[in-house]
């Protein structure tokens, strides 16, 4: 069974630029979670979708970020513009059940220049 | 105060020894724990999820304290590929599903 995948790997752009990244869960799990590693810090949580609805995004920093998940398969996350501070990695996790267990994506590195 | 506390280490031991690290939760609300392990650069992957008391799993235990507001994860007989970071998550079961984590134990088990 393949395992949640997530593109790019590595992106790195300047402050002010428009990034999206993307998610694809393990086929069949509805729940679908975005979390973010900034440099030394824990691993925290972003939102997270039951099939194409957003369930509790209150983990997104500001309203640069926007994630969505059409047809409740793949989801995207966009920031829009850039900052600094967003560089960190980004790692999406599905579940097949919201109180089951998740799985982790390999993450993106995202750097801000 | 951080909902998830550990000790960000690092261990040293060598090979065969057992070693186990804590992990503190802040909300009494929380009902269930998982240990992920993470090497460097890599996602965090599963290792056990405690529910009720505890867990076992080979050379892996996990047991969680309520009372105490911690859980704790032993590692016996410890091998060269254990070294990893090891990461503790808390989760409510009712509402909102997100899981919070602590920021990592590290171990090196060295030969």
């Known amino acids: 069974e393949a395992g949640v995948t997530q593109f790019p790997s590595h992106s790195v752009i300047e402050k002010g630029q428009t990034v999206t990244l993307r998610c694809d869960p393990i086929s069949g799990h509805d729940n679908l979670y975005w979390y973010r590693r900034v440099m030394g810090k824990e691993i925290k949580f972003l939102l997270h979708?039951?099939?194409?609805?957003?369930?509790?995004e209150s983990g997104m920093p500001n309203n640069r970020f926007l994630a969505e998940r059409t047809g409740g398969t793949y989801s995207t996350l966009k920031v829009q513009p850039a900052e600094l501070e967003d560089s960190g990695v980004y790692f999406c996790?599905?579940?097949?059940?919201?109180?089951?267990?998740?799985?982790f994506g390999p993450g993106t590195r995202l750097t801000v220049t | 105060r951080k909902e998830v506390e550990q000790d960000p280490g690092p261990f040293n031991v060598p090979e065969g020894a057992t070693v186990a690290f804590n992990c503190t939760y802040s909300n009494s609300a929380s009902q269930s724990f998982f240990w992920y392990r993470q090497d460097c650069r890599k996602e965090p992957k599963l290792l056990m999820s405690v529910y009720s008391s505890g867990n076992e799993d080979g050379r892996f235990t996990a047991q969680l304290n309520r009372a105490s507001q911690y859980i704790s994860l032993l590692i016996r007989d410890s091998k060269l590929s254990d070294s990893a970071t090891y990461l503790c998550a808390a989760r409510m079961n009712t509402g909102f599903q997100k899981l919070v984590f602590g920021t990592g134990t590290r171990l090196l088990v060295s030969p």
């Open positions: 996790a599905s579940s097949p059940d919201p109180r089951g267990e998740q799985y």
């Open positions: 979708f039951v099939k194409e609805s957003k369930q509790d």
